[in-house]
């Protein structure tokens, strides 16, 4: 009888600090989101302004976790089926650390100065944003190697969704640089700024993220062409086409035009359709009853409602109602994108359920706090503790995240047979 690890223990020793310093940016991000908690109470240093803490939370969420946590996941897969030094692996490895770095580099410019220029002796550069442009370059570097050594996953089920969602980490990197471009041609043309801010978010949340979950799940649980009500390349091809047109959802209500509003109704009906088909073909192969990934598909599913409903319902219902967005944006990150990781993690160790849970539980709670904070919470309920109930549900996942962690590194690697 052959054992077959998940890890094997040379790549696992190589690479596993690459997803530690991932969760350790996770913390710092989530921190970071607490601090905000905190100055929205009034406890907040002089020098620190909100909307520059916003700032390193969110960067520091995407470039040290929504980015490099799923490149090593798709790193090790290919690992799994090659081997340590297969053609293509060391240009991903030193691509996330690379990003990892100036991920980091990044997050102290964007707390203290946004994206404004630093000054440098006699010169003033937006460092925040100049490190950003790296983080982006190293994306880059990933997706050279990945194309080196896709061919090992010519066989897994996942492949078609790797390719796309690299495809929208790509696109929505072409967002940013545009915001650069027209910073520089034209400063005064707000609609295109905001237009192309969105558009990478857009193509970031709803592409590169939804995409790259979507063939985390289906490689995990082997959902194969039988489980489909259609076919699968419809479902990516939605999901794909309508991200990006999602865009001027985030966009303020005075600069919307019919045009635009209706190009985000399509997209996100579109992107949404696409979606809710994955959950559909999880749903209908019975793996989702696991006790683990449940809690990932059953997020994942909701977000995937409320973006249709988001497509049908008034505009002025969510508009006028940044807290929902929040919300919504928690939902997918913090809640599907951070589950799922974990239960990645929990499938190939030893760490008991329970400390799952936890994770799950302390989740649930944040999310329950940001929909206070929406329209949608009966006023009747409503008052100022919410604020400190907000400050509460920030820091809960950080704790059972670093519980969590510090178990991680206890507990012996899941063998195989």
């Known amino acids: ?58 960067h520091l969420m995407f470039f040290g976790w929504a980015v490099p946590l799923p490149l090593y996941i798709i790193m090790q897969k290919i690992i799994d089926k090659t081997d340590d030094v297969a053609k293509g692996i060391s240009w991903m490895r030193y691509s996330i650390a690379a990003i990892l770095f100036f991920g980091l580099m990044a997050y102290p410019f964007f707390l203290f100065y946004g994206y404004r220029p630093v000054a440098l002796g006699s010169a003033t550069l937006p460092l925040s944003v100049i490190f950003s442009g790296f983080v982006m370059i190293s994306w880059y570097g990933f997706i050279i190697g990945y194309w080196q050594s896709r061919s090992s996953l010519q066989d897994d089920e996942s492949l078609p969704w790797i390719d796309g969602a690299l495809i929208l980490l790509v696109v929505c990197s072409l967002g940013a640089w545009g915001v650069a471009v027209i910073q520089e041609w034209a400063p005064q043309s707000h609609l295109l700024m905001k237009s192309m801010t969105h558009f990478f978010l857009a193509a970031f949340t709803e592409g590169w993220v939804v995409l790259v979950i979507c063939g985390i799940l289906i490689s995990e649980l082997k959902i194969d062409d039988q489980n489909w009500w259609t076919s699968p390349q419809f479902a990516l091809g939605a999901i794909a086409i309508g991200a990006p047109l999602t865009f001027p959802y985030g966009i303020s209500e005075s600069l919307l035009t019919p045009i635009l509003l209706g190009t985000a109704r399509f997209g996100g009906g579109l992107a949404a359709i696409g979606l809710l088909l994955v959950m559909g073909a999880i749903f209908r192969s019975g793996k989702w009853k696991h006790p683990i990934w449940i809690w990932p598909v059953a997020l994942l599913s909701l977000k995937g409602v409320m973006q249709l409903g988001a497509s049908v319902v008034p505009s002025s219902f969510w508009l006028s109602d940044p807290g929902l967005r929040v919300l919504y944006l928690h939902i997918l990150l913090l809640g599907g994108l951070t589950l799922l990781a974990f239960a990645w993690f929990n499938n190939r160790s030893m760490v008991p359920n329970n400390f799952f849970y936890i994770i799950g539980v302390s989740i649930l709670v944040t999310l329950i706090t940001l ?47």
């Open 371 to 417: 929909l206070m904070f929406t329209g949608v919470w009966p006023q009747v309920l409503s008052g100022t503790w919410i604020i400190d109930a907000l400050a509460i549900g920030a820091i809960l996942p950080i704790l059972t995240v670093t519980i969590y962690w510090i178990k991680l590194t206890q507990s012996p690697k899941k063998i195989h047979n």
């Open 1 to 58: 009888m052959s054992e077959h690890n998940n890890f094997s223990d040379d790549n696992y020793l190589n690479n596993q600090w690459l997803w530690h310093a991932s969760v350790a940016c996770f913390v710092l991000a989530g921190l970071t989101g607490f601090l905000y908690r905190l100055g929205m109470i009034g406890w907040v240093p002089g020098e620190l302004s909100l909307g520059n803490i916003r700032h390193a939370h969110s």
